[in-house]
T-cell receptor, first 115, second 111 residues
């Protein structure tokens, strides 16, 4: 079974530039999550989708971050403009329906460095 | 905020059992206990989860106390490849609920 695919693996940009990350969840998974992991900390949820609808985006900095999942499959997370404190690993995860008895499957993440 | 408390770090000798404790004294009756681990430069990996009963799979065993206020993850024969950060997470059983991560325990397996 193919896992959660993310690209790019690494990205280096200068502050005030924009950047986009892509995620392809496991086939058939309705729920998709984006997490941000700053060095030395646990992952923090940014946004959760159920199919193409947003379930929770309460921790997404909406002045600069945006995310979409237009057809309920792939998802894109964008940062515009980037700040130094956005340097982190951005993880995508998916699960079948999102209920509490299901495990989440994570991708390897995109490591972003903002200079 | 995370609802669990874990020691920041632990060491374990290779080949010995690794016992990772987790305190979740405010857990509710409808909340699962999940364990994930994260090896350097990889995404978190599912290990095991349980509600009330002890659970075992090919990776580990999960022992939950009778009052459910704490649990222990047991890796029966730790290898160097088990060196990772281990996260204990409490998650509501119903509805659309994400995983809320704390800081976890950094386990170092020593040869």
């Amino acid at each position: 079974e193919a896992g959660v695919a993310q690209s790019p693996r690494y990205k280096i940009i200068e502050k005030r530039q924009s950047v986009a990350f892509w995620c392809n969840p496991i086939s058939g998974h309705a729920t998709l999550y984006w997490y941000q992991q700053i060095l030395g900390q646990g992952p923090k949820l940014l946004i959760q989708f159920q199919n193409n609808g947003v379930v929770d985006d309460s921790q997404l900095p909406k002045d600069r971050f945006s995310a979409e999942r237009l057809k309920g499959v792939d998802s894109t997370l964008k940062i515009q403009p980037a700040k130094l404190e956005d340097s982190a690993v951005y993880l995508c995860a998916s699960s079948t329906t999102g209920t509490g008895n299901e495990k989440l499957f994570f991708g390897s993440g995109t490591q972003l460095s903002v200079l | 905020d995370a609802k669990t408390t874990q020691p920041p770090s632990m060491d374990c000798a290779e080949g010995r059992a690794a016992n990772l404790p987790c305190n979740h004294s405010t857990i509710s009756g409808n909340e699962y206990v999940y364990w994930y681990r994260q090896i350097h430069s990889q995404g978190p990996q599912y290990i095991i989860h349980g509600l009330k009963n002890n659970e075992t799979n090919e990776m580990a065993s999960l022992i939950i106390t009778e009052d459910r206020k704490s649990s222990t993850l047991i890796l029966p024969h730790a290898t160097l490849r088990d060196t990772a950060v281990y996260y204990c997470i409490v998650r509501v059983a119903s509805g659309n609920t994400p995983l809320v991560f704390g800081k976890g325990t950094r386990l170092s397996v020593i040869a």
